[in-house]
């Protein structure tokens, strides 16, 4: 029996917007709730206190982080064919430079940019080339403590581009036990959104990422391989 257009199922299409708006309310209400016991803390000075909102700073900055790299995953899956054109990676990188003096000021993280030579031009969609890169720097930010150093590089080899992000931070999760802890304490126990992220900008521009363990050096080696245009 043919259906009528009123007893057609309706479109089952996830509701982005609505998600992101519920979502992003929540996480508001908390930093209301936390800012009620900053006052009461401030009145008090109990532990209980103290530990419930170490406890909620957490557990937010955790949430807003995974709920931002889940939505950016999404608008990648709404545009499934990508539009690639060419431009210059180089201007990215001079965004990302233009970091250098707030990370020294907040993180106490001192970073280094250098493209060489100084236009870079590349196929693929520079709107996900940087929402790499800035994921990328963001990592490498998150990883390092205080006084730590990332490398962003630039560089034209023999038949392709390759762009280097190196930091000195806890590493890779899977080398050790006490690498795993260090890594879900620098990253705050995340979904590891970030890096798939990250890898899906790559494929859908037709690049490619690996991510290593320095040796013997500490911290992380993300690399990103680039045809020539």
Known sequence: MRQTPQEQPESMEFPRREFESV??????????????LQMHLRESGDAPTRQALADMELQTARLER????????MALEEDPVPSRRGFDLCSVLRQAASLREEMARQAKVRLTVSCEPDTCPVLGSPEEAELMVFHLLSNALRACGTGGKVQLTLRRCEN????????????LPETSREAWLENRRCFLGGAGLG??????CCRRMGWDLQVE???PEKGTRAVVTIPLC
């Open 23 to 36: 979502c992003f309310h929540a996480i508001g209400l908390v930093d209301q709730n936390r800012e009620y």
């Open 213 to 215: 363990q320095r040796a």
């Open 160 to 171: 392709f581009w390759k762009l280097t992000v190196l930091d000195d931070g806890c590493g």
């Open 66 to 73: 995974t709920l931002s790299e889940m939505m950016d995953l």
């Open 195 to 200: 890096l798939l992220l990250c890898r899906e």
